[in-house]
């Protein structure tokens, strides 16, 4: 079973609308969590990076929240754009071996 | 741009073959990391070199070899390629030894397809 497991695996939504990305894991302690952006054929880019202290983090229409309690986190896109298209990494970094452990992505399309 | 630039861009071999991935990070960063991103599969860490230094292992077999050079350039050695070695391979570049709180840049990649 994946340390890190992403839902919904696709998602399909229309430009200008709002839509929300859960990243569960299980990695535990963790130093922190990333969102990466991927476009097709391309390297990821970094969203957001936040520690374990951290509840919230803001990256333009991106919107990362983290719960480590229940260890989950969500990353909310708002007024979603065309170019929005891409495949959304959570990425967890594992305190004791500092390993980065990536989620399989949510596959992003916004259609116009 | 990330400002981190890999050679080739795409490769095709065959089976049993080896090739040479080329990887120059930023300008200033020390440390990089090689990943390897199969098809519907999410990334998976290789190997991590800072300053020339090998200094974490990941999921790397031992038909996969890497290095960092003095000028910080890094070279992922694959041999024996197996049609299962078919992936994009991205390298990261950061400045510090250790990247998990800061930025890692990635690369555009190298798809390898082995044939």
């Known amino acids: 079973k994946n340390q890190v497991e992403q839902s919904p695996q696709s998602l399909i939504i229309l430009e200008g609308k709002n839509c929300t990305l859960q990243?569960?894991?299980?990695?535990?302690?963790?130093?922190?969590l990333r969102w990466y952006k991927q476009d097709t054929g391309r390297g990821p880019v970094s969203l957001t990076i936040m520690t374990f202290s951290e509840n919230t983090k803001s990256n333009g229409r991106y919107t990362a929240t983290l719960d480590a309690d229940t260890k989950q986190s969500s990353l909310h896109i708002t007024a979603s754009q065309l170019s929005d298209s891409a495949s959304y990494i959570c990425?967890?970094?594992?305190?004791?071996?500092?390993?980065?452990?990536f989620g399989t992505g949510t596959r992003l399309q916004v259609f116009p | 741009d990330s400002g981190v630039t890999q050679t080739p861009k795409h490769l095709i071999t065959a089976t049993g073959q080896r090739v040479t991935l080329r990887c120059s990070p930023r300008?200033?960063?020390?440390?990089v990391y090689w990943y390897q991103q199969s098809l519907d599969q999410g990334l998976q860490f290789l190997i991590q070199y800072y300053n020339g230094e090998e200094r974490a292992k990941g999921n790397i077999l031992e038909r996969f070899s890497a290095q960092q050079f003095p000028d910080l350039h890094s070279e992922l050695n694959l041999s024996s390629l197996e049609l299962g070695d078919s992936a994009l391979y991205f390298c990261a570049s950061c400045y510090p030894q250790n990247c998990d709180y800061y930025e890692q840049y990635f690369g555009p990649g190298t798809r390898l397809t082995v044939t």
């Open positions: 300008s200033g960063d020390l440390s």
């Open positions: 990425v967890v970094t594992d305190y004791n071996t500092d390993k980065l452990i």
């Open positions: 990243c569960n894991y299980t990695v535990s302690p963790f130093s922190n």
